[in-house]
């Protein structure tokens, strides 16, 4: 059950297998309690993920996206994440200059096992895109 | 006569290369088009006018295992720079007939100031004074006031890199903190007002693909994701979200590595502001990593490279 009271929203999560993965099936074994709003894609490295994967989301559905890789300096393929990090902070500048709230996307890094941190990023930034509202309102509500 | 000189200075290299680039005569007197010389007796037919707005470079990845004789002015010498960076041209390949450049025209804003009356010839004065003579009689316009947006801020009227200048070295007079000054100012209104004005803009676009043909730096061509079924990246319907979704990919490609020649505008039918959203990118570049595509040859763009502390980027908190 969704821990925010509101009708779910579509988050979309590009998690990497090594680590923010493992750290939200960390999360799952412990039980901790998360809202159900994201759906998550399992991608090899956070280098990844192409900006363009995050725009495609957002264009066509997604109220808020979430790309999470291990921490810099961790990263299984050496640096896969520092090349994430550039191009990730790049798209998060560009965001607002095409008029999407920067705050539906957010990156971070969080290991395999930071449970806890997975827990309390996706409840807060799943409590951010519900303050934010759904992205695609006008749209749905004229069919 | 810069003309004449040109043509000197390619004659002068014309037996060490396979094809000179230059421009001619386009169909009518307003146009200039590009012109592949492999005959000495075809240097004749070479022009030098503010018409030559094409950005020649754009051939030389195609041209790469060909030894290539090219014009370039300031704008266009950028790219060749960035090719280099991307290792897309061997330079010892090319052989750069640079010219100083004043700005061009915009052949768009000429013909809106002649109501789109048929040009029948234009003159060009020492001054940046243009006559345009059409059937309704004779109009002068300024440089200035026809000129592509990029000419008003040009901060590099000599080209960077070249083998032969012809013509002597001009210094920019423009204040370089008036390249992004429309990029600023967009970035003052509101969010709505910018998703309302990237709507607008890109809802008129006929996905005719112009743009993306005319980028010397969009080099995946025929491979391009926006065309290949596997993976799907867009359909082919006509819709807004489709089309936004083309132009996410042509910047996203480019980011931090578009020179601004601004050919994708010219080449633009519809009048999008296609560049923006590049120059935009640039300038976080710039804010970001102290990055200018186009500059210097020993460079590496920035998304192609990394710090492991990077001291701009601040981790964000929710």
């Not at chain 1, 309690?33 to 894609?41: A, G, M, N, V, Y």
């Not at chain 2, 947006?149 to 590099?156: H, I, P, V």
């Not at chain 2, 083309?246 to 480019?254: E, P, Q, S, V």
Request: aromatic letters at 8%.
């Amino acid at each position: 059950m969704s821990d925010v009271a509101a009708r779910e929203l579509r988050i979309v999560g590009f998690l990497c297998n090594w680590c923010s993965y493992g750290g939200a099936d960390t999360a799952g074994v412990s039980r901790f309690k998360q809202p159900t709003d994201l759906r998550i894609i399992r991608v090899p490295c956070s280098g990844r993920v192409d900006p363009l994967f995050i725009v495609k989301a957002l264009l066509n559905g997604a109220d808020g996206v979430l790309v999470s890789g291990c921490h810099p300096r961790d990263c299984h393929y050496t640096d896969g994440n520092f090349y994430a990090r550039r191009r990730l902070e790049m798209l998060k500048r560009l965001l607002p200059f095409l008029g999407i709230d920067e705050r539906r996307f957010h990156y971070t890094w969080i290991s395999a096992s930071e449970g806890g941190k997975w827990q309390q990023t996706v409840t807060d930034f799943t409590k951010r895109v519900h303050e934010l509202g759904p992205l695609h309102a006008k749209k749905e509500a004229t069919p | 006569m810069i003309s004449q000189r040109l043509r000197e200075a390619i004659a002068g290299v014309f037996s060490e290369v396979d094809v000179a680039l230059a421009y001619q005569q386009g169909f009518d007197k307003l146009h200039a088009t590009p012109c592949f010389m492999t005959m000495p007796e075809e240097i004749n037919k070479l022009i030098w006018n503010p018409l030559c707005v094409h950005n020649l470079t754009s051939y030389l990845p195609s041209l790469k295992k060909k030894k290539v004789a090219v014009v370039v002015k300031g704008c266009d010498s950028r790219t060749i720079v960035q090719f280099m960076q991307e290792g897309l041209i061997n330079r010892e390949n090319v052989v750069i007939i640079g010219i100083p450049c004043n700005g061009v025209i915009s052949v768009n804003k000429v013909l809106h100031e002649t109501n789109h009356e048929p040009i029948e010839d234009i003159t060009f004065g020492e001054n940046g004074e243009i006559t345009v003579k059409t059937l309704k009689g004779e109009k002068t316009l300024l440089l200035s006031d026809v000129c592509p947006d990029k000419c008003k801020t040009c901060q590099y009227p000599t080209p960077i890199v070249y083998d032969r200048l012809v013509g002597d070295p001009i210094t920019s007079d423009k204040s370089p903190d008036s390249v992004y000054a429309d990029i600023k100012e967009f970035e003052n209104k509101t969010l709505e007002e910018r998703l309302q004005y990237w709507e607008q803009e890109f809802d008129r676009c006929i996905r005719c693909y112009a743009c993306r043909n005319a980028c010397p730096m969009c080099i995946c061509q025929d491979s391009c994701i926006a065309e290949t079924r596997d993976p799907h990246w867009i359909s082919q319907r006509a819709t807004l979200s489709e089309k936004f979704m083309f132009h996410m990919i042509h910047a996203l490609h480019l980011a931090g590595r578009c020179v601004e020649c601004g050919e994708c505008e010219r080449a633009c039918p519809m009048g999008i502001p296609v560049n923006k959203l590049k120059r935009k990118i640039n300038l976080d570049m710039k804010e970001l990593f102290g990055y200018e595509p186009g500059i210097d040859p020993e460079d590496k763009p920035p998304l192609y490279t990394f710090k492991v502390d990077e001291v701009t980027i601040k981790e964000h908190k929710i």
